[in-house]
């Protein structure tokens, strides 16, 4: 199982939502990822 490529796919994802350090409720919908560590 390759649940690691997923992870990068949701991180990059992110990333380019939110390019600059978001503030803490922002980081919200991110935490709610599932399993994301």
Do not use: G, H
């Not at 949701?10 to 399993?35: A, D, G």
Request: hydrophobic share 30%.
């Amino acid at each position: 199982m390759t649940s690691t490529t997923s992870r990068v796919a949701v991180r990059v994802t992110y990333l380019s939502t939110f390019p600059l350090s978001p503030p803490k409720n922002q980081t919200l919908p991110y935490v709610k990822l599932p399993e994301y560590d």
